[in-house]
């Protein structure tokens, strides 16, 4: 720790703190146009200058370290002279334009301006006409470009793209793409939300309206577990129609980014909903016949909880195979690790600084984890090893380490793992792993003994460790005892773990719901197939019943980092809701959010209404949102279970092999019907794979798993490696989840058309 002064205030740095970072963290004003919490010190606009008496001059806060002792001025005659000069140059020749910029009213340069006085322009130089940069669905106007840098240094440090960077040039600089002439990234948008000026911008947004007319929601994304803080920036559709429309989305860029998906896949609203009493009804009746109510995870706290209230009232199984998974994952995982939760969050992963994920593709399923990663590496150099039986190109730019391990055999990879990290445990627990075969799992995973001995050896001198579970694990055929070990490697070792959930809100519906094992045979299907269905996508017939999509609802989910946070609606609807069938069979709450203070205390939740439960970041960027799920151990003891099988059989999967995995930003259905995100639904291979099933790009293939088969387009991916092939899930037309269940991974035989019509 460092004390110094600010303003003549005794104030404390803690180690790595900036003037800057103490300066804010102790209410000290200082203007910054490029400064990032998120990324390093850019140090482009140089508006952070103070005055240090040691110094005898203007240092940049930004990147300076205070000393004991010195005295540090904010603001002076010459600070605020040097930071208007600095405006001035940032405005020379500005095109007057904010009359129709998309910034105009939210713009750092406005505000700046106008913060500095500076009502007139004495520099200036030769004007140039720029053209505007069409970037799939961002354009870029350099002629309103300041050169700030942030948008450089967040694709770079915070996502991991590296997408675009600076043409230098002195006047003539821009920002390009990355050594190609169109933007190769992931389209998460955030190079738009740090923009301090109108200079990127979403194409669907731009000229559409003024920032000031806009109506501004606080929610989270719906899309993954991550729930990411956003905004719904609303306003009415147009002079003829009254009803509102979402715009665009924006987040506190400072502090959280936001993937593609959660940027501009907004637009999934079920809309021109009217209540149908007559159909309203028919599912009440049905309901009330049923013995099955299948769900999928992408629904809120209290419709789980309304769910949990039927199956007690009335009797009805609940069916959520992936939640039933997840449930009896985190519960034997609970067993051995002694706790009610896995320790780690996205910003014990950001902190860490040696990483191991495994069975997890995890751009596509959980972008956050991503740029958790990222932030590891970028910014505490972390050491991160990537086991999975497929390479991912998405994370190439912060993966140190890739293992490779055959299909199959995630438990032999978890036992691995355990005996190089626990050297602490119980005696039945050291004798365990003694007794392992370490030849055999070895060899059956195709994980060399010098692998592991290597990743112990990168390990020493670590001071923050994180183990990152996927959904492979979770769905696995042995899937309890690999979260045992698991548990055995966040008890016995510096491992936190984070199990990153498959669905929406799938922690919070496997701690509130008691799930079935299996169906029954009259089943009502909420968001998936059934008899009758209860349909947020849109009923399509006389066997459907209009529902809610997340975006219209207020609510809570629980997210990766065991967060109940809140959504709320950001568009109007007026049809029936899951409260109204709920109380047509005698479960009565007005509003669906009156379930909010009764979430279950025995599972961590917290008695707290919907309107007492908080939304936003603190002014130094900790996520205050909602409560953190606790249980207290005393209250809620936890038996201890250490029994773990033995690992002698592991699973060989020979022949051709797909993998289920949506592509970059696709989730599920609700994405799939957005407007702007990509809808590629397709079987996606390697030319090795194309090679070993026989078939060519561009192809129409039937695969056949078993008796089932479906039929997509076969696609060569160049970056992709290797003889497993990738199918997406998330275009509900082609059912595809039934035939994986419960394994991401499935032997398969494929026959192209031309095969076919022999």
């Known amino acids: ?359 997890s593709r995890l751009f596509s399923d959980n972008p956050a984890v991503r740029y958790a990663l990222t932030q590891a590496f970028k910014k505490q150099r972390a050491y991160i090893s990537y086991m999975h039986p497929m390479e991912d190109s998405e994370l190439q730019n912060v993966v140190q380490n890739f293992i490779k391990y055959e299909v199959g055999s995630e438990e032999g990879v978890l036992a691995l793992l355990a005996s190089a990290f626990v050297d602490n445990g119980s005696e039945n627990i050291q004798k365990y792993l003694n007794d392992l075969d370490m030849g055999y799992l070895s060899a059956e995973s195709n994980v060399g003994e010098e692998e592991i001995s290597s990743l112990k050896k990168k390990s020493l001198r670590a001071k923050k460790f994180t183990l990152v579970l996927g959904e492979d694990l979770i769905n696995h055929k042995n899937a309890i005892n690999i979260a045992k070990l698991a548990g055995i490697i966040e008890r016995y070792s510096e491992f936190n773990v984070l199990i990153v959930a498959p669905e929406t809100n799938t922690l919070g519906v496997s701690l509130i719901c008691d799930l079935d094992e299996t169906s029954g045979e009259n089943v009502v299907g909420y968001n998936v197939e059934g008899d009758f269905i209860l349909n947020a996508l849109g009923a399509k017939n006389d066997n459907e019943l209009d529902m809610p999509a997340l975006n219209q609802q207020e609510g809570t989910i629980t997210n990766i980092d065991k967060r109940v946070v809140t959504i709320n609606a950001a568009l109007s609807y007026e049809g029936y809701a899951l409260n109204d069938l709920a109380n047509a069979m005698d479960i009565k709450k007005v509003y669906t959010v009156d379930y909010t203070s009764f979430l279950p205390l025995n599972r961590g939740f917290k008695a707290i209404k919907f309107d007492d439960l908080s939304n936003e970041f603190t002014v130094l960027g900790e996520d205050s949102r909602g409560y953190l799920l606790n249980l207290d151990k005393d209250e809620y003891p936890l038996t201890i279970d250490e029994r773990l099988d033995e690992v002698d059989s592991i699973g060989e999967f020979n022949g051709t092999v797909i993998y289920r995995c949506n592509p970059v930003l696709q989730f599920n259905a609700f994405t799939n019907k957005t407007k702007q995100l990509p809808k590629e639904s397709l079987l996606i291979g390697s030319v090795q794979f194309s090679k070993i099933a026989k078939i060519s790009d561009g192809d129409n293939v039937e695969l056949k798993f078993g008796e089932k088969s479906i039929t997509k387009m076969f696609k060569i991916d160049t970056s992709l490696k290797g003889t497993i092939g990738l199918l997406s899930t998330f275009d509900n037309d082609i059912s595809t989840k039934g035939v994986f269940l419960p394994y991401r991974f499935e032997k398969v035989n494929i026959m192209s058309a031309g095969q076919l019509n022999e």
Not at 18 to 40: D, F, N, Q
Not at 56 to 61: C, D, R, V
Not at 298 to 303: D, G, K, Q
Not at 336 to 353: M, R
């Open 1 to 359: 720790m460092t004390d110094f002064f600010i303003n003549g205030q005794a104030v404390t740095a803690q180690k790595g703190e900036t003037i800057l970072e103490v300066a804010r963290r102790t209410g000290h004003y200082i203007p910054t146009m490029c400064y990032l919490p998120k990324v390093s010190p850019i140090s482009s606009c140089r508006l952070c200058v103070v005055e240090v008496d040691e110094s005898k001059g203007m240092i940049l806060s930004c990147q300076t370290p205070p000393t004991a002792g010195i005295h540090v001025k904010t603001n002076s005659d010459e600070l605020y002279e040097q930071r208007q000069n600095i405006m001035k140059l940032y405005d020379v020749n500005h095109p007057l334009e904010c009359g129709v910029c998309d910034k105009s009213g939210e713009c750092d340069l406005q505000n700046k301006t106008l913060e500095f006085d500076i009502t007139a322009q004495n520099f200036t130089t030769r004007d140039q006409s720029r053209s505007m940069q069409k970037w799939g669905m961002i354009n870029y106007d350099p002629n309103l470009c300041i050169m700030c840098e942030k948008c450089v240094s967040t694709c770079n440090e915070a996502i991991g793209d590296d997408a675009i960077e600076v043409k230098f040039g002195g006047y003539n600089s821009t920002i390009i793409p990355k050594n190609s002439d169109v933007l190769d990234c992931s389209y998460c948008g955030e190079c738009i939300a740090v923009c301090p000026v109108g200079a990127l911008i979403s194409d669907d947004f731009q000229y559409t309206t003024n920032a000031w007319e806009l109506e501004k929601i606080p929610s989270s994304c719906t899309h993954c577990s991550a729930a990411c803080s956003l905004r719904y920036d609303v306003k009415q559709t147009s002079i003829s129609n009254s009803e509102n429309s979402i715009y665009r989305v924006k987040n506190d860029f400072e502090f959280n980014s936001l993937c593609g998906a959660g940027r501009f896949g907004f637009d999934y609203a079920n809309e021109n909903v009217t209540k149908d009493e007559s159909r309203f009804n028919v599912a009440v009746e049905t309901l009330k016949n049923a013995d099955t109510i299948a769900f999928n995870s992408v629904i809120t706290n209290e419709e789980a909880l309304i769910l949990q209230s039927i199956k007690e009232k009335h009797g009805i199984k609940l069916y959520n195979p992936d939640a039933k998974a997840y449930q009896e994952f985190t519960k034997a995982f609970s067993q051995t690790s002694g706790e009610h939760f896995y320790s780690a969050d996205l910003n014990t992963l950001s902190e860490s600084d040696f990483v191991i994920t495994v069975g």
